[in-house]
């Protein structure tokens, strides 16, 4: 279905419940404004493939609109990589689109950095991860602090590949990601890490879907996020288990540390199982930063700033524990801290 | 009973029915006059017939949920119920003057002999209508109010003016607005400031009739400092159509006052059971929802609890059977409204054979509610391949200092366990009935002992045959 003839989603719904499709849409709802495109750049890569952008039919209204919407459509075909690649994103002007496609045959590390002060930015990513292949990759939004962005990603991992997966956001204003992820072969695995720093009056929604087709697949959520000022983080997970998909291994954990009074978080780590012989499991909690690691820390001479910024630190890091290939890890807990002290100096 | 009729109630124990001996029953179908008439019928005053006529205004206007098992929801069809069916002409208050085939019915629940035994004050709900209630003397003279909803407008209408609707409005959601068009019977209770009923009292809510939509209301009210457990059972017999069952209850417990309210639901298969339960806690209340799911084609219940007033707990047990054709979609929502407010949510699920078990929960906290606790567990059991197990929570955090955890799980029985059990002699069959039982146990041991008894049988009858 074209985006033109779609309905606009009821907030009854878990995925607009809290950010509505007309808040995340660049202008009004019934409008596709011409949209300029996002730049990608390669380091460690040769050069992208341009391609037309596809016309097949999407249910999802965002996916929809980033199709109508134009912009940018490259690919980039792996078959085996060394070193790990970086895909710079550069957004700008009053409406941005860029879609990416990146196909796996081998064993790959990828990094996206976004970045521009765009009003608007939409970034439809598809994947597919072919059978035996490896991807890490690495996706970090630095965007300016008003920019509003719209993130899509598909991805589809065949019989025995895996796809680790690690989000950091902490740019842009309002921002909304819809990341889904299909194991669709028997031993296919994802590990997947989501974490997000907010504050001023950043609002940002993140909806990660897995479903396991097959059996013997494994899946493994980690979403943890800081809320400072009056932000508002929305963190929903809809993790599905297929009829006959035994053996499965599912668990989504989603941790939110809230660190002013005003600052707001949502989760909704939803299991749907279909089959009998599996392991499924999910967990959400939330706290306010623990007195005693404070007083730990103040008592040997940091600042309350400085004490908290090292527990916010250490909590974010900890999104990343499911993560196993050293370079995301180094690449992404680089880029965190780094954020971070940045933010303390300010 | 024929072959034919055994077949289409199979295992359910309690899918016998007694012939209709109504003394009025209107004609299917819904309408504004329908709603007049019961109102008219029952003599209400004035204001309660203009909320049962505003509340079917509602009910009309208002669209059908979009979210849950929408396919099975859109198969209702409102306009083949009966929506009010009087099976005797007064509420007794000895089974000896009930009409003897609705005393055989409730003989064979057991309901007489369990009065006698362990419960301060009993209703029995027949259709649309209580036609027994009794209460102990020594519970009466104390000032305790329990009596069927019915006699309690005509006794007690000012209270009920006060606090009807009050903790769930008609415009709440399409089923409140229904049941607030046509509600009857149910129970109205109230504790003086200070009481504390050691003894359960007990409502027992039974369909006999075909097509038949059962609505009743339940108010119970706890006065500063009381305590009560009110306990809940329903059955209705087996009929290849559809029957509806859509209650209201508001739970009011006052500053330190406890409530606890316990479920036992038994509905045959044929039955829709789309329930709302809400409870208000004032200052240090407590409130336990402690409910248990077994029978029914479509459940759609999820207890909540308004925490208002600082340092009120609320407690939330759920147990959920979901069974050949069944999905029982059940769970909880807590309110932390004020500070310090603390909530324990426990579900627990079955699926088998092509069953579905939904929890869906809400755990809220507002903005202004400072140092709020919460802890939720949800575990589900899936026996077979064809079942169907789903978690929908959410958790709404509006204040940094909220302590908040969730978690659960979903897996099969453990082949160790069964082993065992199996190598200490029990039949794969007792070894199953005996894990069924212990996945269940932080409900059954909130209930009282004749209870949970009668749910470990019911689970073991239900659990027959599960292996291979």
Same mark, same amino acid.
């Given at each position: 279905?074209?985006?033109?003839?779609?309905?606009?989603?009821?907030?009854?719904?878990?995925?607009?419940?809290?950010?509505?499709?007309?808040?995340?849409?660049?202008?009004?709802?019934?409008?596709?404004?011409?949209?300029?495109?996002?730049?990608?750049?390669?380091?460690?890569?040769?050069?992208?493939?341009?391609?037309?952008?596809?016309?097949?039919?999407?249910?999802?209204?965002?996916?929809?609109?980033?199709?109508?919407?134009?912009?940018?459509?490259?690919?980039?075909?792996?078959?085996?990589?060394?070193?790990?690649?970086?895909?710079?994103?550069?957004?700008?002007?009053?409406?941005?689109?860029?879609?990416?496609?990146?196909?796996? @045959?081998?064993?790959?590390?990828?990094?996206?950095?976004?970045?521009?002060?765009?009003?608007?930015?939409?970034?439809?990513?598809?994947?597919?991860?072919?059978?035996?292949?490896?991807?890490?990759?690495?996706?970090?939004?630095?965007?300016?602090?008003?920019?509003?962005?719209?993130?899509?990603?598909?991805?589809?991992?065949?019989?025995?590949?895996?796809?680790?997966?690690?989000?950091?956001?902490?740019?842009?204003?309002?921002?909304?990601?819809?990341?889904?992820?299909?194991?669709?072969?028997?031993?296919?695995?994802?590990?997947?890490?989501?974490?997000?720093?907010?504050?001023?009056?950043?609002?940002?929604?993140?909806?990660?879907?897995?479903?396991?087709?097959?059996?013997?697949?494994?899946?493994?959520?980690?979403?943890?996020?800081?809320?400072?000022?009056?932000?508002?983080?929305?963190?929903?997970?809809?993790?599905?288990?297929?009829?006959?998909?035994? @053996?499965?291994?599912?668990?989504?954990?989603?941790?939110?540390?809230?660190?002013?009074?005003?600052?707001?978080?949502?989760?909704?780590?939803?299991?749907?199982?279909?089959?009998?012989?599996?392991?499924?499991?999910?967990?959400?909690?939330?706290?306010?930063?623990?007195?005693?690691?404070?007083?730990?820390?103040?008592?040997?001479?940091?600042?309350?700033?400085?004490?908290?910024?090292?527990?916010?630190?250490?909590?974010?890091?900890?999104?990343?524990?499911?993560?196993?290939? @050293?370079?995301?890890?180094?690449?992404?807990?680089?880029?965190?801290?780094?954020?971070?002290?940045?933010?303390?100096?300010? | 009973?024929?072959?034919?009729?055994?077949?289409?109630?199979?295992?359910?124990?309690?899918?016998?029915?007694?012939?209709?001996?109504?003394?009025?029953?209107?004609?299917?179908?819904?309408?504004?006059?329908?709603?007049?008439?019961?109102?008219?019928?029952?003599?209400?005053?004035?204001?309660?017939?203009?909320?049962?006529?505003?509340?079917?205004?509602?009910?009309?206007?208002?669209?059908?949920?979009?979210?849950?098992?929408?396919?099975?929801?859109?198969?209702?069809?409102?306009?083949?119920?009966?929506?009010?069916?009087?099976?005797?002409?007064?509420?007794?208050?000895?089974?000896?003057?009930?009409?003897?085939?609705?005393?055989?019915?409730?003989?064979?629940?057991?309901?007489?002999?369990?009065?006698?035994?362990?419960?301060?004050?009993?209703?029995?709900?027949?259709?649309?209508?209580?036609?027994?209630?009794?209460?102990?003397?020594?519970?009466?003279?104390?000032?305790?109010?329990?009596?069927?909803?019915?006699?309690?407008?005509?006794?007690? &209408?000012?209270?009920?003016?006060?606090?009807?609707?009050?903790?769930?409005?008609?415009?709440?959601?399409?089923?409140?607005?229904?049941?607030?068009?046509?509600?009857?019977?149910?129970?109205?209770?109230?504790? &003086?400031?200070?009481?504390?009923?050691?003894?359960?009292?007990?409502?027992?809510?039974?369909?006999?009739?075909?097509?038949?939509?059962?609505?009743?209301?339940?108010?119970?009210?706890?006065?500063?400092?009381?305590?009560?457990?009110?306990?809940?059972?329903?059955?209705?017999?087996?009929?290849?159509?559809?029957?509806?069952?859509?209650?209201?209850?508001?739970?009011?417990?006052?500053?330190?006052?406890?409530?606890?309210?316990?479920?036992?639901?038994?509905?045959?298969?044929?039955?829709?059971?789309?329930?709302?339960?809400?409870?208000?806690?004032?200052?240090?209340?407590?409130?336990?929802?402690?409910?248990?799911?077994?029978?029914?084609?479509?459940?759609?219940?999820?207890?909540?609890?308004?925490?208002?007033?600082?340092?009120?707990?609320?407690?939330?047990?759920?147990?959920?059977?979901?069974?050949?054709?069944?999905?029982?979609?059940?769970?909880?929502?807590?309110?932390?409204?004020?500070?310090?407010?603390?909530?324990?949510?426990?579900?627990?699920?079955?699926?088998?054979?092509?069953?579905?078990?939904?929890?869906?929960?809400?755990?809220?906290?507002?903005?202004?509610?400072?140092?709020?606790?919460?802890?939720?567990?949800?575990?589900?059991?899936?026996?077979?391949?064809?079942?169907?197990?789903?978690?929908?929570?959410?958790?709404?955090?509006?204040?940094?200092?909220?302590?908040?955890?969730?978690?659960?799980?979903?897996?099969?029985?453990?082949?160790?366990?069964?082993?065992?059990?199996?190598?200490?002699?029990?039949?794969?069959?007792?070894?199953?009935?005996?894990?069924?039982?212990?996945?269940?146990?932080?409900?059954?041991?909130?209930? &009282?002992?004749?209870?949970?008894?009668?749910?470990?049988?019911?689970?073991?009858?239900?659990?027959?045959?599960?292996?291979?």
């Amino acid at each position: 279905m074209i985006y033109q003839q779609m309905a606009i989603p009821p907030r009854s719904e878990h995925l607009w419940r809290y950010t509505p499709w007309p808040r995340i849409h660049p202008t009004v709802p019934t409008e596709v404004p011409i949209a300029d495109a996002v730049i990608f750049s390669l380091e460690g890569a040769e050069a992208f493939e341009e391609v037309p952008s596809s016309e097949s039919g999407v249910d999802d209204i965002a996916r929809a609109f980033l199709q109508a919407a134009g912009g940018s459509s490259n690919r980039l075909f792996i078959n085996e990589a060394s070193e790990p690649i970086h895909i710079n994103a550069r957004a700008s002007g009053h409406v941005a689109v860029g879609h990416l496609n990146l196909e796996v @045959k081998g064993s790959a590390v990828v990094f996206i950095h976004i970045s521009g002060e765009p009003e608007w930015v939409g970034l439809h990513i598809t994947g597919k991860i072919h059978p035996n292949a490896q991807l890490c990759f690495g996706f970090i939004n630095e965007l300016d602090p008003n920019t509003k962005f719209l993130r899509c990603e598909d991805w589809l991992i065949e019989r025995d590949a895996e796809l680790e997966h690690a989000t950091l956001s902490v740019g842009g204003f309002r921002c909304k990601s819809d990341l889904r992820s299909t194991l669709n072969g028997t031993g296919a695995s994802i590990r997947q890490s989501v974490t997000i720093n907010a504050d001023g009056a950043r609002h940002e929604d993140q909806h990660v879907e897995i479903h396991h087709l097959h059996g013997h697949t494994n899946s493994d959520l980690v979403m943890n996020s800081a809320c400072a000022g009056s932000s508002h983080f929305i963190g929903t997970g809809l993790l599905t288990i297929a009829e006959g998909a035994n @053996k499965s291994d599912a668990s989504q954990v989603f941790r939110n540390l809230l660190l002013s009074e005003k600052a707001r978080a949502e989760a909704i780590p939803e299991l749907e199982v279909l089959a009998d012989d599996v392991s499924a499991a999910h967990g959400a909690a939330s706290a306010p930063v623990d007195k005693e690691q404070m007083h730990y820390l103040m008592s040997r001479g940091l600042s309350p700033e400085e004490s908290q910024a090292m527990i916010v630190n250490g909590f974010l890091l900890n999104a990343f524990s499911n993560l196993t290939n @050293k370079f995301l890890i180094e690449e992404m807990r680089t880029r965190l801290t780094v954020h971070l002290e940045c933010e303390l100096k300010r | 009973m024929t072959d034919e009729a055994q077949d289409v109630i199979g295992d359910y124990r309690y899918g016998f029915h007694d012939p209709e001996n109504s003394t009025i029953r209107f004609d299917q179908g819904l309408s504004e006059q329908v709603v007049r008439d019961i109102s008219e019928l029952k003599n209400e005053p004035e204001w309660m017939t203009d909320i049962r006529v505003k509340a079917y205004r509602h009910f009309v206007e208002r669209v059908m949920p979009e979210w849950g098992n929408c396919d099975l929801l859109n198969k209702i069809d409102f306009e083949s119920i009966t929506y009010f069916l009087r099976s005797s002409n007064k509420t007794e208050t000895s089974w000896d003057d009930v009409p003897d085939d609705i005393k055989n019915t409730f003989n064979r629940l057991g309901i007489p002999e369990a009065e006698q035994k362990w419960l301060g004050g009993v209703t029995a709900q027949y259709e649309s209508e209580a036609v027994y209630h009794s209460i102990r003397e020594d519970l009466e003279e104390q000032g305790v109010i329990f009596l069927d909803m019915d006699t309690g407008m005509k006794q007690f &209408p000012e209270i009920i003016k006060k606090y009807f609707g009050t903790v769930i409005p008609y415009s709440d959601n399409k089923f409140s607005a229904l049941n607030t068009a046509v509600w009857s019977g149910g129970s109205f209770l109230y504790i &003086p400031k200070g009481i504390s009923v050691e003894m359960p009292v007990q409502a027992y809510f039974r369909i006999n009739a075909k097509n038949m939509g059962q609505f009743e209301r339940t108010l119970i009210i706890a006065d500063e400092g009381s305590s009560v457990h009110y306990v809940e059972g329903c059955t209705a017999p087996s009929y290849s159509t559809d029957s509806l069952h859509s209650a209201v209850v508001e739970l009011i417990a006052m500053e330190g006052a406890k409530i606890r309210y316990s479920t036992v639901q038994n509905w045959s298969s044929n039955v829709y059971n789309l329930v709302t339960k809400r409870a208000v806690a004032h200052k240090n209340a407590t409130i336990e929802w402690v409910d248990g799911n077994i029978g029914s084609k479509l459940t759609m219940k999820y207890p909540s609890v308004l925490l208002k007033g600082e340092g009120a707990h609320a407690e939330v047990i759920s147990v959920a059977y979901a069974g050949e054709g069944q999905h029982q979609d059940t769970g909880a929502k807590v309110h932390h409204l004020a500070s310090n407010t603390t909530s324990n949510i426990i579900s627990k699920s079955i699926s088998k054979k092509g069953g579905r078990s939904s929890y869906r929960g809400l755990l809220q906290v507002t903005p202004k509610s400072t140092g709020c606790r919460s802890k939720i567990v949800c575990d589900a059991l899936i026996l077979d391949d064809y079942s169907r197990s789903d978690t929908y929570p959410t958790m709404e955090i509006g204040n940094s200092t909220a302590d908040l955890e969730h978690e659960a799980s979903v897996s099969k029985v453990s082949s160790d366990q069964l082993f065992y059990l199996m190598s200490r002699g029990f039949t794969e069959d007792a070894a199953m009935g005996l894990i069924v039982n212990g996945f269940f146990e932080p409900f059954t041991r909130e209930l &009282p002992m004749e209870y949970a008894l009668e749910l470990n049988k019911l689970l073991e009858l239900e659990m027959e045959g599960s292996i291979g």
